[in-house]
């Protein structure tokens, strides 16, 4: 039997950080609107006579294996993959193959896509039909356990849903609210946003750690700055809503100059360089993905300012992605 998923990946387009347990739980609810694209997580499993679990990573070149999939290693390189695999536990010998299209430490959520798609495949293969949305939750516990650090949820969401989203946080949990939905607004949308990787990787776990011990400890202006996204992420739901991008560039501007403040090591000064690049060439609005530090960033233009925006990442020393909005998210199939 062969089992194959896909699940997209996601651009963040504001409240990234306040998806994190249990910052929302202390700002009284959260907000977290993105964007799942068209850069993919494949996973291949396929099932053997025997009990040996194999995992190979193609975008990795790394390999694991084990007699079952109980003794598989979770101390070791695909350690992350190793323990999905250890909690879904097949029954039967697996071959695992994963490949994740982004970049290394790209702030898009690869490695959440991957663990969606892998939940999917071996749901599948398990034949458990799990509610979907058990994947999540599943998922950010088994992260946490990896890295041992609290993690988010927004990046298994969007690889779960696809679409332009946004997620609420609050005390019974998360749901989703689909923010458009019509074909005509996402294309303008897609044409209005430039996917550039600023040629240095970023470690979402520890930032995202610093902003929340920062907002515990109350250091700085942390908690004014978080509770600024908060709303700003409240205001881009609503801009969204009404498709008003002038007003969706106003906010992206005004959620990264909050986040570049939470926490040391979000912005960089080559990321201050590119940034400035793109708003010296007519950009609207500029941010990083993810937790900062490096990775991708988004970029609001108009469409006729595309082409010197594109112009002056590339100078500035960032690589330019294309993209589209990825219509469905995480997607099994037997073959």
């Known amino acids: 039997m062969i089992v194959q998923a896909r699940t997209p990946t996601r651009i963040d387009l504001s409240g990234g950080t306040l998806d994190l347990y249990p910052l929302y739980l202390f700002l009284e609810g959260g907000v977290t609107n993105n964007a799942a694209i068209d850069i993919y997580s494949d996973v291949t499993i396929e099932t053997r006579q025997d009990a040996q679990i194999f995992i190979r990573s193609l975008d990795m070149k790394a390999e694991l294996s084990a007699p079952s999939a109980k003794q598989l290693p979770v101390d070791q390189e695909l350690a992350f993959v190793a323990r999905v695999v250890r909690f879904y536990a ?172 939470l926490a040391r090591g979000v912005t960089t000064p080559r990321i201050d360089r590119i940034v400035a690049a793109a708003k010296q060439a007519g950009a609207l609005a500029s941010k990083i993905c993810g937790a900062g530090g490096g990775g991708c960033m988004i970029t609001l233009v108009k469409p006729e300012r595309r082409a010197p925006v594109e112009a002056a990442l590339t100078k500035a020393g960032a690589k330019v992605m294309p993209f589209a909005i990825a219509r469905q998210g995480l997607t099994v199939k037997e073959v």
Not at 97 to 118: C, D, K, R, W
Not at 235 to 261: C, H, T
Request: aromatic residues 8%; contains cysteine.
């Open 90 to 261: 097949p029954r039967t010998g697996v071959e695992v193959t994963t490949h994740n299209a982004t970049p290394y430490g790209s702030g898009l959520g690869g490695s959440s896509s991957l663990l969606i798609a892998l939940s999917g495949a071996l749901d599948r293969l398990n034949r458990t039909q799990m509610d979907p949305k058990d994947f999540v939750d599943i998922g950010a516990n088994l992260e946490a356990q990896s890295i041992g650090i609290p993690t988010g949820k927004q990046d298994y969401l969007a690889a779960l849903y696809g679409g332009v989203n946004c997620f609420h946080f609050h005390v019974a949990g998360w749901h989703q609210e689909q923010l458009l939905g019509d074909e005509g607004k996402l294309r303008e949308l897609e044409s209005h946003v430039l996917l550039s990787y600023t040629g240095r990787p970023h470690y979402s776990a520890q930032n995202n750690w610093r902003m929340l011990k920062r907002f515990m400890d109350d250091a700085g202006n942390s908690r004014e700055s978080m509770h600024t996204i908060q709303r700003t992420a409240e205001q881009m739901r609503e801009a969204l809503l009404a498709f008003d991008l002038r007003r969706l560039g106003e906010l992206l501007d005004e959620e990264w100059q909050s986040r570049r403040l």
